[in-house]
């Protein structure tokens, strides 16, 4: 389902893959992501499926995908390397045992590659080693690199510099105190910096500032859930100048999937957002802009069910935002491959309950149809809070088909505060993938449903 706002198409979409695990955009628009190192998708602008490779080398599981120079794609994994053609179709594959893969850069002529012996637990090596990699896979050494005891269970991340060096972060174990090292590397590969910082860092990842400093977006493990995400900013140096906290409560578990700088202005952090209800987490994909200042401009969280998981993002051409990762909540309520495309606002047809602690909106509910897929009829549940005002407030509840035309009104007038629900008749219709919008004042809902006959 797409629409366009402020000039930018904005729709999710669900694909034949179980998650979405890194996505890239290419010049024209088209996307590509990657289910682990198994499936390669690519998609028009609206989120259409163009083609779809198996790649079956099961030794090199997920995660990271990344745009090659010569036009084709990089897959890598812990295990391995992958390359692909423009089209997806398999050219080069280099699998691992030990060292293994923690990272790697894209370079105008190519990559490098950073292993480590993830096995260091028992041989004590701490040691990166650094690799050009060519197109063709052709494989030069470059340098290494021994740092303090390195935890291969945590992420490493590297971002490239201006000056056409890169700096890496990654998690230690020293002997005294539990933190991150921050290394920084010149274009000649010589090291100019490595600073030390007391940081609890569980998941994270890494992007630049406009004064050549660099920004961290991480958050704890679940033995300290309940503490937020973190945004720590760094100078041209390495040293560390503020970090600030975000979403600190007694329910709610962050785990950040990216960071990136969006127009020198404003940083955009993506991030699976879990919320205890009962017993259970809750999961949407979540994401908060934020000024180069560390304050928050706004949140948004998008709901397609219980159990999303966000993985990755990236800033569009367009000016908007792509969050991809996994949900449960569609038939036949497996794990997926869950897209959605926001406006450069971070708004899209699919919203959450939980926008920007507003409270009057936080109590409304739209529940998934039962049943799904269904034939011809079924039955969609929604809630109206209490509002402050006394009033009852105007809902439209609105049926539209693939395509965004409007199929049916079911509700478009003002009720009181309850719950309610309403049944769609689709004896008229054919058989599909039809949405249902829900929107009350500022209060926007979105889901999906299946029509079987």
């Known amino acids: 389902m797409t629409s366009v706002t402020y000039g930018q198409i904005t729709w999710s979409n669900t694909y034949s893959a179980r998650e979405c695990n890194s996505i890239i955009q290419n010049d024209d628009e088209t996307l590509v992501f990657t289910e682990g190192s198994q499936t390669l998708i690519k998609t028009d602008k609206h989120g259409e499926p163009i083609w779809s490779k198996k790649i079956n080398i099961k030794n090199i599981i997920r995660r990271t995908l990344l745009k090659s120079s010569d036009g084709g794609y990089l897959l890598y994994g812990t295990h391995g390397l992958i390359k692909t053609d423009s089209l997806g179709n398999l050219e080069y594959v280099k699998e691992y045992n030990e060292p293994q893969v923690v990272n790697v850069i894209p370079r105008s002529d190519g990559f490098v590659v950073i292993e480590h012996n993830l096995d260091n637990m028992q041989t004590e090596d701490n040691t990166f080693r650094f690799y050009s990699l060519s197109t063709t896979f052709d494989s030069t050494f470059l340098f290494s690199y021994t740092g303090d005891f390195y935890n291969p269970f945590e992420n490493t991340v590297v971002v490239n510099d201006i000056d056409g060096g890169f700096t890496m972060c990654y998690q230690i174990f020293p002997n005294s105190e539990t933190g991150i090292q921050l290394v920084k590397w010149n274009s000649n590969n010589e090291l100019v910096w490595d600073k030390f910082h007391p940081v609890l860092f569980y998941d994270g990842n890494m992007t630049h500032s406009t004064d050549n400093g660099y920004f961290l977006a991480w958050s704890k493990d679940y033995y300290d859930s309940y503490t937020g995400f973190n945004l720590t900013k760094f100078d041209s140096n390495g040293n560390l100048l503020w970090t600030k906290n975000y979403g600190a409560s007694n329910n709610t578990v962050y785990s950040i999937a990216n960071i990136f700088n969006v127009d020198n202005q404003r940083i955009l ?49 367009d000016g908007g935002y792509v969050l991809g990762g996994k949900s449960n909540s569609f038939w036949p309520y497996d794990d997926i491959a869950f897209i959605i495309k926001t406006d450069s606002l971070g708004n899209s047809l699919i919203t959450s309950k939980k926008q920007n602690g507003d409270k009057s909106s936080r109590n409304f509910t739209l529940l998934q149809n039962y049943p799904n897929p269904f034939n011809p009829s079924t039955t969609i549940k929604y809630s109206i809070p209490t509002v402050e005002t006394g009033h009852a407030p105007s809902v439209r509840l609105i049926v539209y088909d693939i395509l965004g035309r409007e199929v049916e009104t079911l509700v478009n007038e003002k009720q009181k505060p309850g719950n309610y629900e309403v049944v769609f008749n689709a004896s008229n219709l054919p058989s599909g993938i039809y949405f249902y919008s829900m929107t009350v004042g500022k209060f926007n809902s979105v889901k999906k449903m299946m029509l079987v006959k």
């Open 269 to 317: 952090i993506s991030y699976t957002y879990s919320e205890l209800v009962g017993y259970f987490f809750e999961s949407d994909f979540g994401m908060s802009i934020l000024g180069e200042d560390g304050n928050l401009i706004t949140n948004k969280y998008f709901d397609a069910g219980k159990n999303d998981g966000c993985f990755t993002s990236l800033y569009c051409n």
